[in-house]
């Protein structure tokens, strides 16, 4: 049997996104020797999508894969320590704070920058995974652009997917809102935006059974009010099928020490990446419950490394 190993280093970073790889190449430049884990999904949530085009810098787009890649070799560059490798466990009680990595080893670190990201949640249809980039999204604000004057169905009736049913019918020549009850779950203020827009068609009591389509989606399988006496099946013809049932922060390792939102976002104070604990940071998408987006979550890393080194200047 191996035996357990420890390792003192000045900062961790937890997570390979945006948010992880721009904290490395700060602390790395700061001279912090940062040690980044780049967890299971490395590159982040990027990898699984095709183009980029809003990340500045970029003026003709960037595959999410490249991009990621040219960020963690400019990390690289620097001398930052990127490894493979998943924080299994953490001990923040005090510091240097423990992480156990891959239940193996422990890093004893005197700074911790978490940027676990964040995941959206799907209805678990198989259709969601067929049609992965090729019809289904859930970041309007990253693939509404590519549904200009076409017709999108968003599935969800709370704040969010109202939002991101306003955000598309600006886009869009008609959008559907697919809401399971017969009510939307949003603000009242919300709602009267939802139903002033003249393309949207809020469909009360309806739940999606599934996609189609030949070349992408085509259309969504609807059922309204499923399992009721006067249960009905319809079609709707749309060209892209958008989620808006939430996301979950990947925070769950941390939840015994720092504070969090009642979904689970890290808490931060005041417009700073600080937690509840001085030393631990929180950046990107697992502290982010409004903007979700990748220069934003490389805005909230550069934020993280400063700090960071901030905090250990006046530790010294
Ligand atoms: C399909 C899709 C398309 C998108 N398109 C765009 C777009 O066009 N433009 C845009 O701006 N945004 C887009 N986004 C949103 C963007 O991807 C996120 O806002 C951004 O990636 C968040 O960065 P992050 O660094 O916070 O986390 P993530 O990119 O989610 O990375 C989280 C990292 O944490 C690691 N991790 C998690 N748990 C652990 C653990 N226990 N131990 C170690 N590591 C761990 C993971 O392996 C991963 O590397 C898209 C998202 C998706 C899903």
């Not at 390979?16 to 299971?40: C, F, I």
């Not at 953490?90 to 423990?98: A, G, L």
């Amino acid at each position: 049997m191996e035996q357990h190993s420890f390792e003192k280093i000045r900062c961790l970073i937890i997570g390979s996104g945006p948010a992880g790889y721009t904290a490395a190449v700060y602390a790395a430049r700061a001279n912090l020797k940062p040690v980044l884990y780049e967890g299971m999904q490395p590159g982040g949530q990027l990898t699984i999508t095709t183009v980029i085009d809003n990340f500045p810098g970029y003026p003709e787009g960037v595959s999410g894969t490249d991009m990621m890649e040219d960020l963690k070799r400019q990390a690289a560059r620097f001398g930052a320590d990127i490894r493979p490798g998943v924080a299994t466990s953490c001990d923040f009680s005090t510091s240097p704070f423990k992480v156990v990595i891959n239940g193996e080893k422990t890093v004893e670190a005197e700074t911790v920058i978490i940027a676990t990201g964040a995941a959206a949640k799907y209805l678990g249809l198989p259709d969601e995974v067929k049609y992965a980039g090729s019809g289904v999204s859930a970041c309007a604000t990253c693939d509404g652009f590519f549904y200009r004057k076409k017709r999108v169905a968003v599935a969800g009736g709370g704040d969010t997917a109202c939002e991101e049913a306003l955000y598309l019918a600006s886009l869009a020549k008609q959008v559907y809102m697919i809401v399971r009850k017969p009510y939307l779950r949003a603000s009242k203020a919300m709602q009267e935006k939802v139903f002033a827009a003249p393309n949207i068609t809020v469909l009360f009591e309806h739940n999606t059974l599934g996609l189609f389509g030949e070349q992408g989606v085509e259309g969504v399988h609807l059922v309204r009010r499923q399992g009721e006496a006067d249960e009905s099946f319809t079609d709707i013809a749309v060209d892209g099928f958008f989620l808006a049932i939430g996301h979950t922060p990947n925070s769950t390792l941390f939840k015994d020490w720092l504070e969090t939102d009642e979904t689970g976002y890290i808490k931060t104070l005041n417009g700073t990446t600080r937690t509840n604990i001085p030393g631990i940071f929180a950046a990107g998408d697992v502290a982010d419950p409004v903007y979700r987006q990748a220069v934003t979550a490389a805005a909230s890393g550069c934020k993280a490394a400063v700090e960071a080194e901030r905090f250990l200047i006046g530790k010294a």
